[in-house]
């Protein structure tokens, strides 16, 4: 198994670093042509969703995963990539990958002092970490997503089909659950 990791900004680092650490082999996605290399699933990491989608346009990779994403391409968005993937965000309307039917509010807990840190269940694995920096979260999804955890209230991780998306970012600690979780997905593709 190979995942691409979206290396264009964020915390790709950290996601790459828990794919090893569970004996997943990943390479990053830099430029276009890194695109076309084999990849079982992406990862889009959290950091500046604003910047990531820039580069994206810029590098001409946003069409590309937009079609593979459609096409059944298992993607794993946190934070930032929540937002990148989601259909609706509020306040703002322009494109974005925009594969999921989910409507989020960005930067939703307040600013960088707003981040925190809680431990809370999420479907299937029980209780987990989870830190949160200037994180969006879910207002509501279609009938088709599956919410997998809230916290105070508020959505915090979904998925709908082959995409899985956390307002949090499980990749700075050291539980690996969510991503085993998300290779159990491809695997059952």
């Avoid at 298992?74 to 989601?86: D, E, K, N, S, Y």
């Avoid at 307040?110 to 989870?130: A, C, W």
């Avoid at 959505?155 to 991503?179: C, K, M, W, Y």
Wanted: hydrophobic share 40%.
């Amino acid at each position: 198994m190979r995942i691409a990791v979206l290396a264009l900004q964020g915390a790709f680092a950290e996601h790459r670093k828990m794919l090893c650490n569970l004996g997943i082999d990943s390479f990053e996605i830099r430029q276009r042509s890194d695109w076309d290399e084999h990849k079982d699933g992406l990862i889009i990491p959290g950091g500046e969703s604003t910047t990531q989608l820039k580069l994206l346009k810029d590098l001409e990779l946003l069409k590309p995963i937009q079609e593979d994403i459609r096409k059944g391409l298992p993607v794993f968005g946190t934070c930032a990539g929540l937002i990148l993937l989601a259909k609706d965000v509020e306040g703002e309307d322009f494109e974005r990958i925009s594969t999921m039917d989910i409507h989020v509010k960005r930067n939703a807990y307040g600013r960088q002092m707003g981040s925190f840190y809680t431990e809370d269940n999420f479907q299937e694995i029980g209780k987990v970490p989870m830190t949160f920096i200037r994180a969006p979260y879910i207002m509501r999804g279609e009938p088709h997503v599956d919410i997998l955890a809230e916290t105070g209230g508020h959505i915090v991780a979904a998925q709908q089909g082959n995409q899985l998306v956390t307002s949090f970012h499980p990749e700075l600690n050291d539980d690996p659950r969510i991503h085993q979780y998300f290779i159990n997905m491809i695997t059952k593709q």
